[in-house]
């Protein structure tokens, strides 16, 4: 079975920077594109950034180009988000979420439960 | 970017209506296009990948279709279960993008 589990969130200060993980079992990590995708509190789901399984494509959204870095180790089954200079429209549910895919991006078909990222003074 | 256009917003139905949700791109996306299902608190749920397709697991009542710009997600009788959020997301290009969501609550 297939379980994605995130972890790093929290309480951050503007400015500040937040290193979020997700631990990833039940299949086989290097063989799939992995992405983080957030909800902002009221708001719909956005894609954020996407790597490929040999993390040879990498991919963000427009307005966390140049702040946060996506990055994966397969030795370790584990997908990470380095996020720097944040501010409090970075507020949300960050979801790690599985690809369907290898070396292209295509949907999303295992999520996990999420992990809350607060940019707040 | 392409974006991605869903209606309505919102709607109010009854268990055992049927329930049509229309998704259009900005431009052609051939039938690079996803749904999925979101409940609170729960992880979101690919229910139809690729326009049409339905994801292991998920009920046969759930239906898509479409192809260029203009999509449905139909859900043929509407279960309590279902009342939730559903979003459209396309993979045409490699800067992903989801429309705004569509809740479906009880009348």
């Known amino acids: 079975e297939v379980h994605l589990v995130e972890s790093g969130g929290g309480l951050v200060q503007p400015g500040r920077s937040l290193r979020l993980s997700c631990a990833a079992s039940?299949?086989?990590?290097?063989?799939?594109?992995m992405h983080w995708v957030r909800q902002a509190p009221g708001k719909g789901l956005e894609w954020v950034s996407g790597?490929?399984?040999?993390?040879?494509?990498?991919g963000y959204v427009d307005s966390v180009k140049g702040r946060f870095t996506i990055s994966r180790d397969n030795a370790k089954n584990s997908l990470y988000l380095q996020m720097n200079s944040l501010r409090a429209e970075d507020t949300a549910f960050y979801y790690c979420?599985?690809?369907?895919?290898?070396?292209?991006?295509?949907?999303?078909?295992?999520w996990g439960q999420g992990t809350l990222v607060t940019v707040s003074s | 970017d392409i974006q991605m256009t869903q209606s309505p917003s919102s709607l109010s139905a009854s268990v055992g209506d049927r329930v049509t949700i229309t998704c259009r791109a900005s431009?052609?996306?051939?039938?690079?296009l996803n749904w999925y299902q979101h409940r609170p608190g729960k992880a979101p749920k690919l229910l139809i990948y690729?326009?049409?397709s339905l994801q292991s697991g998920v009920p046969s009542r759930f239906s898509g279709s479409g192809s260029g710009t203009d999509f449905t997600l139909t859900i043929s009788s509407l279960q309590p279960e279902d009342f939730a959020t559903y979003y459209c997301?396309?993979?045409?290009?490699?800067?992903?993008?989801f429309g705004g969501g569509t809740k479906v609550e009880i009348k």
């Open positions: 979420a599985k690809d369907m895919g290898r070396s292209s991006w295509y949907s999303f078909d295992y």
């Open positions: 039940g299949f086989r990590f290097d063989d799939f594109a």
């Open positions: 790597i490929t399984s040999d993390s040879g494509s990498i």
């Open positions: 431009q052609s996306i051939s039938t690079y």
């Open positions: 690729a326009a049409s």
């Open positions: 997301q396309q993979s045409y290009t490699t800067s992903l993008t």
